[in-house]
């Protein structure tokens, strides 16, 4: 098939420089922490040139609807689709030897008919990032960072983390012939998750501490060994995680919707998110801003206390805790930028507890649509932002589920067997949830008693 993705006349891939969130320093080059060296804060990446020559909004959705068709390996990613509007790796000739791509992105945008007639907001959907190729989000950025780090001359790459990111991190190393470090909270990853890291060949170390004393230890070990971290401080990996908004508004014919609600953890992907919907509204892709909140669980809510008791002004850490361990992150490393997101799209910063994760993961599931408890909290902070008044039921709303049912199945089976708050404070208010558990049962294997479990199925 004859590719279209030369069709891009006028336009190339981008040129960037990073930006201080703090002091707005300009700078070409970026320390292997990715701080500041004057004030040693986060940095982000920036176009320059879009004020100078702003790329033509309808060209660009063009150019990326054409690319559908094309069946060259950028193309075929739902990252790299994007490209114009991402750092680039290298010429346009060199795009295609360069990038280290699995397919990621091109996720569906699902409606959820149940759980609109639960909140009472009829137009809802659910953008499903657990069906990227490693089973999360963290794999659109990956594509991004893992390139960056091949065409810098890396060997190794590393991360911290929960159980995601070192499982997208090992896979696109692999898959680009680097070598992976994975650093992990021992006892609070999920097996499932360990595993794909496990077998996509990283050499991982389970630390006595949680996921906030790996970062930190990561981020020494970066500034005293070659390795390249690509844990979501690096800002490649937020320029890959932004491609999630761009597909989103195509889906939705470039019409934005009302909401769109993230879980939030280390905070990375609702700053990409909300960069993303700035950068398309500069640009003139989109006429108006979604409202972009962040909901977390109540046992990891530092953003929801940064921004309550110290009006955004400096960092509330928690002890983190919550079964939901994709965000059990209590000192984030974006929270700045995702403070900032939430100020300039006017949206909400929610919590929520463990047992209303878990009733809003069990009626997700009952869309026929299973995502890990992290990605629920979306659903439970909905109903909470439906009673404050924050969203009107005739609005649109986007809940963006960041991972796949089958990162954290222990969680779904204690759940539906009725063991999973079993002796803790929450187990008589989770009594509440048995119309939503589905537990095995055990027959004799006779017919009869198959018939008439089928007969009292029926009845329930």
């Not at 060199?94 to 397919?103: A, G």
């Not at 390795?227 to 761009?246: C, D, H, M, W």
């Not at 609702?270 to 409202?291: N, Q, V």
């Not at 009626?363 to 026929?368: H, K, L, N």
Request: one cysteine or more.
């Amino acid at each position: 098939m004859t590719s279209l993705s030369t069709t891009a006349q006028g336009l190339h891939q981008a040129d960037f420089r990073f930006r201080c969130i703090n002091c707005d320093d300009l700078s070409d080059t970026a320390s292997q922490d990715f701080r500041c060296a004057h004030c040693s804060d986060l940095l982000e990446i920036t176009y320059p040139q879009w004020k100078e020559a702003r790329p033509n909004a309808e060209n660009l959705k063009s150019i990326w609807s054409n690319r559908r068709l094309s069946s060259t390996l950028a193309d075929l990613s739902g990252v790299w689709r994007f490209r114009e509007l991402l750092p680039a790796p290298g010429t346009a000739s060199e795009i295609e030897e360069q990038v280290i791509t699995l397919r990621e992105g091109n996720t569906p945008l699902y409606e959820l008919p149940q759980c609109a007639r639960i909140t009472g907001v009829p137009r809802l959907f659910a953008k499903h990032q657990g069906m990227n190729p490693t089973g999360s989000f963290k794999d659109a950025g990956m594509t991004v960072a893992a390139t960056f780090a091949r065409r810098s001359g890396f060997r190794w790459v590393a991360c911290a983390s929960t159980g995601n990111t070192s499982a997208s991190m090992a896979a696109y190393a692999a898959r680009g012939g680097m070598r992976s470090l994975v650093l992990v909270p021992e006892g609070k990853i999920s097996w499932s998750k360990l595993s794909q890291a496990l077998d996509y060949g990283a050499v991982t170390c389970q630390l006595r501490t949680d996921f906030d004393g790996c970062l930190r230890l990561l981020q020494e070990l970066v500034l005293r060994a070659p390795v390249y971290q690509l844990n979501s401080i690096n800002p490649f990996r937020l320029e890959g995680q932004k491609t999630l908004a761009l597909e989103l508004l195509e889906q939705l014919d470039w019409q934005p919707p009302d909401h769109i609600i993230v879980p939030g953890g280390n905070l990375g992907n609702s700053s990409a998110i909300g960069k993303a919907l700035l950068e398309m509204r500069d640009l003139g892709l989109i006429a108006r801003l979604p409202k972009l909140s962040v909901i977390q669980a109540e046992g990891a809510n530092a953003l929801v206390r940064t921004l309550r008791e110290a009006g955004g002004k400096r960092l509330m850490s928690v002890q983190a805790e919550t079964r939901a361990t994709a965000i059990r992150i209590g000192n984030p490393a974006s929270w700045k930028k995702a403070a900032h997101v939430l100020e300039a799209t006017g949206g909400a910063c929610e919590q929520v507890t463990e047992v209303e994760i878990a009733q809003a993961k069990a009626e997700i599931g009952a869309e026929g649509i299973g995502c890990e408890p992290a990605s629920a909290v979306t659903l439970a902070g909905l109903k909470k932002l439906v009673k404050q008044g924050f969203v009107k039921p005739q609005e649109s709303v986007i809940l963006v589920l960041t991972g796949n049912l089958l990162k954290d199945p222990d969680f779904t089976m204690g759940f539906h067997r009725g063991d999973l708050f079993k002796g803790t404070p929450d187990e008589s208010v989770a009594a509440a949830l048995n119309p939503l558990r589905r537990p095995p049962i055990v027959l004799d294997a006779a017919l009869d008693a198959v018939i008439q479990t089928l007969q009292q199925a029926e009845k329930s």
